[in-house]
Nanobody, 116 residues
Framework: EVQLQASGGGRVQAGGSLRLSCATSGFRFEDYAIGWFRQAPGREREGVSCISIKDGRTYYSDSVKGRFTVSRDNAKNTIYLQMNSLEPGDTAVYFC?????????WGKGTLVTVSS
C-alpha cells in the first residue's frame, strides 16, 4: 500500500525556518517523483516543489524559489522541504504527493503557520 506521511509543520515568525519531512512506503522510491503542495484557507491547492528521486532534478514555484529547498534521502525513503525566510503568505497545510501507476497518492498534511 502506497503511503506518504508529511510532518514537521508548526508555528514560526516571519523570517524563520522550518523543515518538513515526507516519509514514504509501499512503492519503489527511487523510480518516482514526489512533490510538495500546499493549501491555504479559502484557496486552491498549489504546487510548491517537486523532486525526481532518480536524478535529483528539482522544481520550485516562483513564490518559493530561492527560499525553499527540496531534497531526498534514498536510504530513508524520505524527502524534505527546507523552508527559509518564511512569510505569512506561506501559511498553509502542506501535503506531499506522488503518482504511482497513474493514481494520485496524497499524504496527510502538516500545518505551517507563519505570523508577522
Amino acid at each position: 500500500e502506497v503511503q506518504l506521511q508529511a510532518s514537521g509543520g508548526g508555528r514560526v515568525q516571519a523570517g524563520g525556518s522550518l523543515r518538513l519531512s515526507c516519509a514514504t512506503s509501499g512503492f519503489r522510491f527511487e523510480d518516482y517523483a514526489i512533490g510538495w503542495f500546499r493549501q491555504a484557507p479559502g484557496r486552491e491547492r498549489e504546487g510548491v516543489s517537486c523532486i525526481s528521486i532518480k536524478d535529483g532534478r528539482t522544481y520550485y514555484s516562483d513564490s518559493v524559489k530561492g527560499r525553499f529547498t527540496v531534497s531526498r534521502d534514498n536510504a530513508k525513503n524520505t524527502i524534505y522541504l527546507q523552508m527559509n525566510s518564511l512569510e505569512p503568505g506561506d501559511t498553509a497545510v502542506y501535503f506531499c504527493h506522488t503518482i504511482w501507476h497513474e493514481r494520485n497518492f496524497w499524504g496527510k498534511g502538516t500545518l505551517v503557520t507563519v505570523s508577522s
